[in-house]
Nanobody
């Protein structure tokens, strides 16, 4: 069974940084678009970033644009989310996901289009 394993979450002060990793041993991520989502308590899941396989193009939600950077290492079947200038409103459970039906990100990140998911990692932004 394929597992998407997130790591790198934790507690950080406002203005700090974290780097999330999503490791997928046993499955190649080549040809697939991969993305990060988050869900805060009482809020809907939000697609925040996607990176295409075909041309490496990226998409960011307005809420994280300019602060977060998505990247991927296809050879290692791993992708990342570098989060800088973290705010209390960034506090959520973060999930990595893959869309095995397409290699290109769309103009929006829609959760039901992603068919592989990690278990989530908590990010807490607080003093």
């Amino acid at each position: 069974q394929v597992q998407f394993v997130e790591s790198g979450g934790g507690l950080v002060q406002p203005g700090g940084s974290l780097r999330l990793s999503c490791d997928v041993p046993g499955m190649t991520l080549e040809y697939y678009a991969v993305a990060w989502f988050r869900q805060a308590p009482g809020k809907e899941r939000e697609g925040i970033s996607c990176i295409s396989y075909s041309d490496g193009s990226t998409y960011y939600a307005d809420s994280v644009k300019g602060r977060f950077t998505i990247s991927r290492n296809n050879a290692k079947s791993t992708f990342y989310l570098q989060m800088n200038s973290l705010k209390p409103e960034d506090m959520a459970v973060y999930y990595c996901a893959a869309n095995t039906m397409r290699s290109q990100c769309g103009s929006t990140i829609i959760g039901h289009e992603y068919n592989y998911w990690g278990q989530g990692t908590q990010v807490t932004v607080s003093t």
